[in-house]
């Protein structure tokens, strides 16, 4: 287990970079899902949040946000210590949700991406968060929307969420591929496994970040873009894995949204294990970690072909299958799984190579007559 860390001279960081310890404990998960909304007859996207949430039972519109398009909403757990419990919690807001979708003629559903939408239909979503987002990005705030899965892991101090944040790094891709559930856009297939992940490049402050040296490192270069104003605060910073120091997590982003339950179980309890193997055992290495370069390319490669990608193993110097790099991971993570409870929904990470929710869009296509009936299918799957 890696020795504790001095936390860095609190006096010297700005207020925002202050870390709030989890008192429940460290390797606690909280998780976050973008949702669509998606008219009930012909399966579009459906820019109607301003008339759901409202009607949103109390239990749900606690655990909801508006998202930056009127066809997007996200759910968001509880704190919980394992993912049984966390998923359990988000099986009720999914059930929630979908009782007050009906009355409204609405369902949900999870993707990546919605597989037939078009920007010309797309509304931006009100607010200040909002007004700003258009304002800064122009144009490209009324692209068609995506949707990701976040998960939350709890960390004792900033200096082993900024180490576990370097280490995570090299797994993003992989996470990417596992989870990739967005291979149509605009009607068509892209040929791509996660077309998510190129369209939501073209926002600003995305992608995976450096490492930094320490967590003072991290609070410095981030505090010049909040003074100099180019951005309002730390929440502007859309990176595929991102400290979140006023909650005491490190917060993974880089996945598609899920159709299943189950594979959402089992992504966020991939993401724990992950995240505590680092914690203590840091087993990725500092070459792994200085290679961006490799590190960048693996993270086209994962959006590119999913679970059927050869990545770049930089120790090696060789590309290695995804499902050969997660078979060895998941044989590191399983002392740890059994730690945090979640031994069965890590090893369904395995069903995820076999039967991906990218293969998964294709085949349902292949076999409906058009794309809005493939959509019915996700929506089906919302519960």
């Known amino acids: 287990m890696a020795s504790a860390v001095p936390p860095p001279d609190s006096s010297s960081l700005p207020e925002w970079a202050e870390w709030c310890q989890d008192e429940t404990g460290s390797f606690t998960i909280g998780v976050e899902e973008e949702l669509m909304l998606l008219d009930g007859d012909d399966f579009s996207l459906a820019n109607r949040i301003e008339a759901v949430m409202p009607r949103l039972p109390e239990r749900v519109v606690l655990q909801a946000t508006q998202e930056t398009h009127n066809s997007a909403l996200e759910l968001c757990t509880n704190v919980h210590s394992?993912?049984?419990?966390?998923?359990?919690?988000?099986?009720?807001?999914?059930?929630?949700?979908?009782?007050?979708l009906a009355t409204l003629g609405l369902r949900a559903a999870g993707s990546g991406t919605h597989p037939f939408a078009i920007w010309q239909e797309i509304a931006v979503s009100g607010g200040d968060r909002y007004g700003f987002v258009q304002g800064s990005m122009r144009e490209l705030a009324r692209r068609e929307p995506t949707f990701a899965l976040h998960v939350h892991v709890g960390l004792p101090d900033p200096e082993t969420a900024i180490q576990v944040h370097n280490r995570v790094r090299v797994h993003l891709p992989l996470l990417l591929a596992v989870s990739a559930n967005s291979p149509y856009w605009q009607g068509r297939d892209t040929g791509l496994a996660s077309a998510r992940t190129p369209l939501f490049q073209?926002?600003?402050?995305?992608?995976?970040?450096?490492?930094?040296?320490?967590?003072?490192?991290?609070?410095t270069e981030v505090d010049l873009l909040i003074r100099t104003e180019a951005v309002p605060d730390r929440s502007f910073l859309w990176w595929d894995v991102r400290p979140q120091p006023a909650i005491g997590t490190l917060e993974i982003r880089s996945m598609d949204a899920q159709s299943r339950l189950d594979d959402n179980a089992a992504l966020v309890a991939l993401v724990q294990c992950i995240v505590k193997l680092e914690a203590e055992e840091r087993v990725t290495t500092e070459r792994s970690i200085d290679a961006q370069e490799a590190i960048s390319e693996n993270r086209f490669l994962a959006a590119r072909d999913g679970v059927h990608a050869s990545l770049i193993d930089a120790d090696r110097e060789i590309r290695r299958p995804v499902s050969e790099i997660l078979e060895d991971l998941i044989g590191a993570a399983r002392p740890h799984a059994q730690d945090l409870g979640c031994e069965s929904e890590l090893e369904h990470n395995l069903e995820l190579i076999r039967e991906s929710p990218a293969d998964r869009q294709r085949t349902v296509a292949d076999e409906s007559p058009s794309l809005a009936q493939m959509v019915r299918g996700l929506a089906d799957e919302f519960v």
Request: without cysteine.
């Open 202 to 219: 073209a926002f600003p402050r995305v992608g995976i970040p450096r490492a930094f040296r320490d967590y003072a490192h991290y609070a």
């Open 82 to 100: 394992e993912v049984g419990a966390a998923i359990a919690q988000l099986h009720d807001l999914r059930s929630g949700l979908a009782e007050t």
